[in-house]
């Protein structure tokens, strides 16, 4: 006797979320306008931050937001 299903068969692509994933989230960061001028105590990033930040907030959506 052969017994057969009425299930159908799916493929369901799993994935795997790393721990940098559940933790880790964007930085946020203080951009100078142009309309604006730097003070002697401004609290504005640094260009190498801010590009640091932005290098930072792109891995995280490559990574983690798939």
Do not use: W
Not at 26 to 35: L, Q, R, V
Not at 44 to 58: F, G, M, R, W
């Amino acid at each position: 006797m052969t017994l057969t299903s009425c299930a159908k068969s799916t493929t369901e692509t799993v994935k795997s979320v790393s721990d940098y994933c559940l933790i880790a989230k964007g930085i946020t960061y203080s951009e100078i306008k142009p309309t604006q001028q730097e003070g002697a105590a401004n609290n504005y990033d640094t260009p190498e931050t801010i590009k640091q930040v932005k290098d930072h907030d792109l891995t995280f959506e490559k990574l983690c937001r798939q």
